[in-house]
């Protein structure tokens, strides 16, 4: 039930009801669930007209009301004949209202949100094995799942709606879940999507370009990120946000915000420091210095990359703030799995090795690069290309990070949606820089990573980057089936086996 009086929801909700609701409703509409979507609406749906960059959810809502919407959330008065909550921002309330309707979830489990440019969804796989490792069942919120303590379903967006958030936490209430990791886009930050929850600890990867066509600047996108520590976390005492000591956004977050900061690196001004021992593309061993400790805590995990070596120091420093010890810590690393899409290797008949990553943006694309020469004794075989209305600028630098780093390249498409492949392709291939290295263009993405691997000698690595685990290739607004690991795996079946 929603409380019509419950004004903590939003100081400027008014109510607006309908001649024919006058006599029924009193202090309560039956509200039971909450949506912005009308597809999803069903019997005492709270509808919400969220504004989009396309359509106004104002043009549902009597669509939603003949689903069974008992009330909607708007910004004014819509032709729906239901009561109506008029605020002023819808996504600011939404999230509060969705939280207040499910029971407030996010109050009965230990929430840990996970931002930052690259390495989210790394980071959020091994914490939520942190948090197993230590007996607790984990929820998670993510870019390839989200796994309610019982079911994991493919996500569809990093960061979902605050309905879908506050809906899914208190499945995982019910599920017994004590826990939940949950990675924070800029988008989502931005949007108010996290609104009706806050957090206990948090963690950022690095702040790299990236989501400028939707932010606008560097500025803008760096502030989205830090409305993690300004406005979501609980009052749970200090440190609550893990930051890499040793970039410089993570230095200006110690600067700003004092000691909710722990600082995690390589350096030895971090308070969680590293030192790597070993790293091939079987996994790396590195030694584990936590605050106070003696002595330091020899880890090894089957994940490559000196940028995982990061993930994995984040990972163990919020899981230092969340009260672990080392050996908790330890283990939790270690039983970490393979994530998908993420330096993902999978080994090839003939002696090479195929990787599959979901880098795409060229400092991501480099620091995989970088990992896999440190990690390869043969040539580098690159399959990228780059999404449709997306940051353009990253076009023509993805395409010098290749020409700079791998051996030979194959441009091929990327989820195009409303532009010519051919033309984002070419604008890949301007930024090439070295005139003498082996270049191809096969806009066809499957036919494109069976190129590169029937080109493969013993020793090689085929790289094929910017998807990751997604199991689609929009054109247009339509999205057809593909899956990069899978289809290197029908490669492998047409000439025998792994062995």
């Known amino acids: 039930m929603l409380k019509v009086l419950s004004s903590q929801e939003s100081s400027t909700a008014r109510l607006v009801v309908p001649d024919a609701y006058s006599g029924i409703v009193d202090n309560e509409i039956p509200v039971t669930d909450v949506h912005c979507d009308s597809r999803k609406a069903e019997t005492g749906t709270l509808f919400c007209c969220v504004r989009g960059e396309r359509q106004n959810g104002e043009s549902f809502a009597v669509e939603a009301t003949k689903r069974g919407a008992v009330a909607i959330l708007a910004d004014h008065c819509t032709e729906a004949e239901v009561p109506h909550f008029i605020v002023d921002d819808v996504r600011e309330v939404m999230g509060k209202a969705a939280a207040f309707v499910y029971g407030h979830p996010a109050e009965k489990m230990k929430m840990i949100a996970v931002t930052g440019t690259n390495g989210k969804t790394t980071s959020a796989y091994m914490l939520r094995s942190l948090m197993q490792a230590s007996g607790e069942k984990t929820g998670m919120l993510g870019t390839v799942v989200y796994d309610n303590g019982n079911e994991a379903f493919d996500a569809d967006r990093t960061t979902p709606e605050s309905p879908d958030i506050q809906r899914m936490l208190h499945r995982m209430v019910i599920n017994g879940c004590g ?165 993902q290797a999978i080994p090839l008949p003939n002696g090479a090795t195929a990787i599959v990553d979901y880098a795409h943006t060229p400092d991501a694309l480099s620091n995989l690069l970088a990992a896999v020469r440190a990690g390869v004794s043969g040539r580098i075989l690159l399959v990228f290309g780059h999404g449709g209305e997306r940051f353009r600028d990253h076009r023509p630098a993805l395409g010098a990070v290749a020409s700079g780093m791998a051996d030979e390249i194959v441009i091929t498409m990327d989820n195009p949606r409303s532009e010519d492949p051919a033309e984002i392709a070419g604008q890949i291939a301007a930024g090439i820089t070295d005139a003498e290295i082996a270049r191809h263009t096969i806009l066809d993405r499957e036919e494109a990573i069976r190129f590169a691997l029937s080109i493969s000698t013993p020793g090689d690595a085929v790289l094929v980057a910017g998807k990751g685990p997604e199991k689609y290739i929009i054109v247009g607004d339509e999205q057809f089936p593909h899956d990069d690991s899978e289809a290197i795996r029908r490669w492998i079946a047409e000439r025998g086996s792994l062995e």
């Open 179 to 343: 826990a939940c990791v949950m990675e924070a886009s800029s988008h989502g930050l931005a949007q108010h999507r996290l609104d009706g929850c806050l957090f206990d600890k948090g963690l950022l990867t690095n702040i790299t370009c990236e989501h400028l066509d939707f932010h606008g600047s560097m500025e803008r996108y760096a502030e989205a990120k830090s409305q993690l520590p300004l406005r979501y976390m609980k009052d749970s005492g200090f440190p609550s946000v893990a930051v890499n000591g040793d970039t410089e956004e993570g230095k200006t977050w110690k600067k700003r915000f004092g000691d909710m900061v722990i600082t995690y690196g390589v350096g030895s001004g971090c308070a969680v420091r590293g030192e790597l021992k070993r790293m091939d593309l079987s996994g790396m061993d590195f030694d584990l210095l936590l605050p106070e400790s003696r002595s330091a805590v020899p880890i090894s995990i089957p994940i490559t990359g000196s940028f995982n070596l990061f993930n994995a120091l984040g990972a163990a420093s919020t899981g230092y703030m969340c009260g672990m010890g080392p050996e908790q810590i330890r283990a939790g690393l270690e039983a970490a799995p393979q994530i998908p899409g993420r330096v």
